[in-house]
Each structure stands twice: as structure tokens, then as C-alpha cells.
Nanobody
Framework: QVQLVQSGGGLVQAGGSLRLSCAAS????????MGWFRQAPGMERDFVAG????????SYADSVKGRFIISRDNAKNTLYLQMNSLKPEDTAVYYC?????????????????WGQGTQVTVSS
């Protein structure tokens, strides 16, 4: 069982930066693939970024590639999402997620554990 607690987020102007954190409970964080998703009002939950258990492989949605950076610190059981050059279309509730099936996948239903969500609002 893994519990994920998110922090960070808030309101920022376009072009600004924010960092999200996701702290995991449990002893086996380092064995889980981790990811970030986001959901805008009335929309589906979309994949943003994912990272392998050892941090050596990352993947990103095309819409955030070059602007967002996913990372993890297994010693601290924490996942991060650094968001730079933010745009109004990045406005959404952001969720961290974990799965223990070894690979990053973009389909939200394939992920097992979820954080509580945190609002990110980018003003123009």
C-alpha cells in the first residue's frame, strides 16, 4: 500500500514557474514507477510525465516537453514536477500517481495509487 501526499501548486502568471511535490509513504517507493497527470474541468485525466523507478528514464507529453521536468529522490520518498514557462492551458488539477508494473504508461486507469490533487492556475 502506498499513500501519496501532494504539495505545491497555486496561482502563477504565464511564463512563471512552479514546483509540485509528492511524498510517498511505505517502504517500497523506490520500486514504483511514478507519474504526473492533470485534469482540466470537463476533461479527462491526461498524462503529463513519468519516471522509472531509478530515475534513469523519463517520458513527457508533447505539450510539456522542454518545459516540465520530472524527478524523484528515493532517499526522501518524494517525486517532483518542476514546471517552467507555464501557459494558461497548463491550468488544471495535477495528480501524482504510482504503479508497480515496471513501465510508464499514459493511460490513467493503469495506475494504482493517486495523490489528492493540487490546483495549478496560470493567468494570462
Amino acid at each position: 500500500q502506498v499513500q501519496l501526499v501532494q504539495s505545491g501548486g497555486g496561482l502563477v502568471q504565464a511564463g512563471g514557474s512552479l514546483r509540485l511535490s509528492c511524498a510517498a509513504s511505505g517502504r517500497f517507493f523506490s520500486s514504483y514507477v511514478m507519474g504526473w497527470f492533470r485534469q482540466a474541468p470537463g476533461m479527462e485525466r491526461d498524462f503529463v510525465a513519468g519516471i522509472a523507478w531509478n530515475g534513469r528514464k523519463t517520458s513527457y507529453a508533447d505539450s510539456v516537453k522542454g518545459r516540465f521536468i520530472i524527478s524523484r529522490d528515493n532517499a526522501k520518498n518524494t517525486l517532483y514536477l518542476q514546471m517552467n514557462s507555464l501557459k494558461p492551458e497548463d491550468t488544471a488539477v495535477y495528480y501524482c500517481a504510482a504503479r508497480n508494473d515496471g513501465v510508464v504508461v499514459a493511460t490513467s486507469r493503469e495506475w494504482t495509487y493517486w495523490g489528492q490533487g493540487t490546483q495549478v492556475t496560470v493567468s494570462s
